[in-house]
Structure formats: structure tokens, C-alpha cells
């Protein structure tokens, strides 16, 4: 299975887990929304030395892949190359913060040490919460928690469309692909002088499919807006779950 067959079938696998009947996907969209933008942004305001603190904020994450019944295999697994890009972000931190905070034995810590894990236990900690949101919830039900939360309906219409369509886009990749390597069998991937006819022949077919898709919306009544509608109705247990992690999350921030 090539890489663009893997990718496809993993968009199909994360629709059907946010599709299954578990505890955390039978949830409302709106409160893990909110608290997943709450967590985010309560683990940003962590200062660069504040570790410990910081560390205590992943109790949200263990908690709620246990109750989602979430793969941390599969995180690692769809999520590796943003993983490996937020790491990254803060490797330059040792050569510039070269304060002495504290000893170990003969390994002298530094602010930049510090300051690099906590950058990347932030990272980390923005992408694992992003990943439960889109497992345990549809791509429908998070656009309409968006339009719930105010966010404007020409960003949540692009939203929907490119998660819609983002799998013809790969297939249409993956048949130009195998056209080409059907013309050069021998060759190991895309020689670098085509490079720019496939972008543009990949250009040409996006608009001439874009053009077809918009012709048939507006053939189905399309005013420009889809109009959403949620599959559940908030419970109190919806209330409570906001409510009692918004509580705790606070707590554990200011604590």
C-alpha cells in the first residue's frame, strides 16, 4: 500500500472512530470544544521554566484517552511528523539561555534545557488534545461547535469542504502518480524535473473539479452556507463534564 493509499484509509479510520458508540464520542461537540481550547490555552500560559507545573496538565490527556478508549499507538503513529515539527521548535533554546538553574551530580542545568522541554511538553501536550477532538468527533459536529463558539461561516464552510474533499485531492494524486511511474517503471519516485508539470496538471484537475463540485451545490441550493445541525442533544452530563474539567483544569493552573 503506498503512502497516499495509508493516508486515505487513516481519514477513513478516524471518521469511523469518531462515529463509534463510546462513552467520550457520545458526548455533545460544544463542551469538548471548549475544553479543548481551554486545556490548550491554559498549557501555553505556563512559563518556560515551570515544568512541574506544566507536567501536572497531562492528568486531562490520561484521563480522557482511557474514557475514549484512544489509541496512543495511533497518535504516534498519524500525528509523528507534527510531533516531530513542535519538538523541534525549541532545540535552539540551550545555545541561547545558557543560565545555570540548578545541578545534577556533574551535568550542570541550564534555562535553555528547561525551557526546551517545557516548549516541547506544550507542543506535545496541543497536539494530543487536537487529535481526541477529531477522533471522538465528527468533522459535521465540529464545524457546527464552531459556528456555536461565533467562529465566521466562510472559515467553517472552507473547513468542511477541504476535510471533505481532501480525499478526491489524493486520489487524484494517486492516479497521476501511478500514471507516471507506469511511464518510468524503473525510476525510484518523482524525478525532480517533473516536479512542476505534476503540480500543474495537479493545479488544472483541482480547478476543474472545484468548478464541478460548486456547479453541483448550487444545483442542490447551495446559498452559501451549510446549515448544520447537531445529531445530539446536550445532556446534563454535558454540562457536567465542562463544568467539572474546567474546574479542575483551573485548579491544577493556579495550584
Known amino acids: 500500500m503506498s503512502r497516499i493509499s495509508e493516508a486515505i484509509s487513516d481519514l ?3 471518521d469511523m472512530e469518531a462515529e463509534k458508540n463510546g462513552w467520550l464520542q457520545g458526548l455533545h461537540p460544544l463542551p469538548k470544544l471548549l475544553v479543548t481550547i481551554l486545556f490548550i490555552l491554559l498549557t501555553v500560559s505556563f512559563g518556560k521554566y515551570d515544568l512541574s507545573g506544566l507536567l501536572k496538565m497531562g ?25 516531530a515539527f513542535v519538538c523541534l521548535i525549541g532545540i ?15 551535568l550542570s542545568v541550564t534555562g535553555g534545557m528547561i525551557s526546551m522541554v517545557t516548549l516541547m511538553v506544550k ?16 468533522m ?14 466562510t472559515f467553517v464552510t472552507i473547513l468542511m469542504l477541504v476535510y471533505r474533499y481532501i480525499i478526491v485531492l489524493l486520489k ?20 525532480y524535473k517533473v516536479w512542476g508539470t505534476m503540480i500543474g496538471q495537479l493545479l488544472l484537475r483541482s480547478m476543474d473539479r472545484a468548478q464541478t463540485v460548486y456547479d453541483s451545490m448550487m444545483l442542490r441550493g ?34
Open 12 to 14: 477513513h479510520k478516524m
Open 140 to 153: 459535521e459536529d465540529l464545524c457546527y461547535a464552531l459556528r456555536k463558539i461565533g467562529v465566521p461561516k
Open 222 to 255: 447551495y446559498n452559501g452556507e451549510f446549515h448544520l445541525r447537531c445529531k445530539r442533544a446536550a445532556r446534563r452530563l454535558d454540562y457536567l463534564y465542562t463544568v467539572g474539567w474546567s474546574a479542575a483544569l483551573l485548579i491544577v493552573r493556579i495550584w
Open 59 to 83: 492528568v486531562y490527556l490520561i484521563i480522557t484517552y482511557v474514557l475514549g478508549d484512544i489509541s496512543i499507538k495511533q497518535l504516534l503513529k498519524r500525528m509523528k511528523l507534527v510531533l
Open 92 to 106: 535552539w533554546n540551550p545555545f541561547f539561555d545558557r543560565e545555570i538553574l540548578f545541578s545534577l551530580g556533574n
Open 123 to 138: 507542543g506535545v501536550y496541543a497536539v494530543s488534545a487536537s487529535y481526541l477532538l477529531m477522533v471522538t468527533t465528527s
Open 172 to 191: 487524484e494524486i494517486e492516479r497521476m502518480m501511478d500514471g507516471y511511474m507506469l511511464r518510468a517503471p524503473k525510476q525510484k519516485g518523482l524525478h
